[in-house]
């Protein structure tokens, strides 16, 4: 079992900058991708961005050269970097973690899930 919980979360406005944090406890002695998901309010979760154990990423095009994504193997903990922010950007952010595939950057096939964070980007 994995434990995954998010931070940083918050109401800023468009064009402000967020860093969201998730950590992982539990069976992390085992290599694993992670990333993000979000799901904005009466749609479906999608895809935000991925990386592997190595270090290689992925991201969704909607947020390609705005966010970035990183994780601390030594703290067991991921990051989210994300600068200019976008109304459209607001919703529950997740936090996942897959074993199946730690090579390759997280992009669907999850396994744990966080409880989720909001954000909420003003005009």
């Known amino acids: 079992q994995v434990q995954l919980v998010e931070s940083g979360g918050g109401l800023v406005q468009a064009g402000d900058s967020l860093r969201l944090s998730c950590a992982a406890s539990g069976r992390t002695y085992n290599r694993y991708a992670t990333g993000w998901f979000r799901q904005a309010a009466g749609k479906e979760r999608e895809f935000v961005a991925g990386?592997?154990?190595?270090?290689?990423?992925y991201y969704a095009d909607s947020v390609k050269g705005r966010f970035t994504i990183s994780r601390d193997r030594v703290k067991n903990t991921g990051y989210l970097q994300m600068n200019n922010l976008r109304p459209e950007d607001t919703a529950v952010y997740y936090c996942a973690a897959s074993f199946r595939s730690p090579n390759t950057p997280l992009r669907g096939l999850v396994d744990y899930w966080g409880q989720g964070t909001q954000v909420t980007v003003s005009s």
């Open positions: 990386i592997s154990w190595g270090g290689d990423t």
